[in-house]
């Protein structure tokens, strides 16, 4: 399946639809109070890119954001796929934009939470086999047995390295 990619606000119908099937899909897999779920309003705050996939009709597929806390870090927020473009790497793709966007801010570390409960585990998959590794909880989640924690330091390219 061929989709674009592209930056988007979230105050569109379309892509409040595609943040209401992703509540609806995570709602039932851990208590409330474990989950960390990002308003379209937030979504659509200076701090944070949105970027939608759209397939060859301009439906919205697929969806992921992160939100930048300061030049050191940055949050992958709202990764979620359409169950029926799921295998066909969307989510690869998705979560590639963001990290180039990343790296183009300067952005030293991208982190996420996800689920660490039955449901999450292609989600895992994805950030695994993206070169993100486990990592302890950060910024104000706490720690518990329903997140599971991740990061990828994003190396500068050699001419962006500053030599003492």
Do not use: W
């Not at 796929?81 to 801010?105: D, H, N, S």
């Amino acid at each position: 399946m061929a989709v674009t990619i592209a930056i988007e606000t979230p105050l569109q119908d379309d892509v409040r639809a595609l943040v209401k099937a992703l509540n609806a899909y995570l709602n039932p897999l851990s208590p409330p109070e474990f989950q960390f779920q990002m308003t379209v309003e937030q979504m659509a705050g200076e701090d944070t890119t949105v970027f939608i996939a759209r397939d060859e009709a301009g439906k919205p597929v697929g969806m992921g954001a992160f939100k930048v806390f300061n030049s050191d870090l940055a949050e992958v927020k709202r990764m979620y796929t359409l169950p029926e473009v799921r295998g066909q790497r969307v989510g690869v793709a998705l979560l590639q934009a963001i990290e180039t966007l990343a790296r183009e801010k300067r952005i030293g570390t991208l982190k996420l939470e996800t689920g660490n409960v039955a449901g999450f585990e292609p989600a895992r998959r994805l950030y695994e086999r993206n070169g993100f590794t486990r990592c302890g909880a950060f910024l104000d989640y706490p720690d518990s047995q329903y997140s599971a924690f991740y990061e990828k330091a994003l190396a500068q390219a050699p001419s962006e390295r500053v030599i003492p």
